[in-house]
């Protein structure tokens, strides 16, 4: 089934199907039955039974032959009682403690998933590249193998820079000794005035949250440029 805005589905015939659904159900559980609602006023959903109504009425002219304002007309209260549907279904079904998970999926509404899948960090750093952006400023431009200039793997938050400024390259990147969080580029990054001539060598790792927790990706590459 198609679905936008959550759980409401896309195609008319859907729309309508699920519409007449929630109605249905919200009155079978307010009928007085144990365990029944009583969180929903019977306004509510009197306003509920009018606008599916009202919506059943225009969706069924269009389901012979029609004319073009009879569409708009029904194209029109498709986006109204879309609206109301949705703002029952968010002030009374979606959140109450009454309406159980059960109850959620016999209407066609979405239950969240309690267990969060993990999410595996990659096994490469990010590829990336430093450009000079003015006295003491450099830039770092980081990608996802040939992936657009910031993009990051499904799962992962940001990248963490590892850095350092010495006179030729570190043995290995854990001897970078400061690190900054990142989750846009370019991430500038401001040297001390007595650091420029030097150069700076940086080396990258995905995260998958702030502060390595979840798994960090492996190693980059270490890469340097002079500190303008």
Wanted: hydrophobic share 30%; glycine share 10%.
């Amino acid at each position: 089934m198609g679905k936008r805005n959550g759980s409401i589905p896309g195609p008319d015939a859907e729309f309508d199907v699920f519409f007449k659904n929630i109605g249905q159900y919200t009155e079978m559980k307010c009928g007085g039955g144990a365990p029944d609602w009583t969180h929903i006023p019977p306004e509510a959903r009197a306003e509920l039974a009018r606008q599916y109504a009202a919506w059943q009425a225009a969706y069924a002219v269009t389901l012979v032959p029609c004319t073009s304002p009879q569409t708009a007309e029904k194209n029109r209260l498709r986006k109204v009682s879309e609206k109301a549907l949705r703002d029952f279904i968010n002030i009374y079904l979606r959140f109450h403690p009454s309406v159980t998970d059960e109850d959620k999926r016999n209407m066609g509404l979405a239950v969240p998933n309690p267990t969060k899948t993990p999410v595996t960090p990659p096994k490469e750093g990010p590829s990336f590249n430093i450009v000079q952006l003015g006295p003491r400023l450099l830039g770092v431009n980081y990608c996802f193998d040939q992936g657009r200039r910031g993009s990051k793997p499904p799962g992962v938050k940001g990248a963490r820079i590892y850095y350092g400024v010495f006179d030729g390259p570190p043995q290995e990147q854990k001897l970078l000794p400061a690190s900054v969080w990142s989750t846009r580029c370019p991430h500038v990054i401001t040297f001390r005035e007595t650091d420029r001539g030097k150069r700076a060598w940086f080396a990258l790792r995905w995260e998958v949250r702030r502060g390595g927790k979840g798994g960090q990706s492996g190693w980059s590459e270490m890469v340097s440029e002079i500190i303008p």
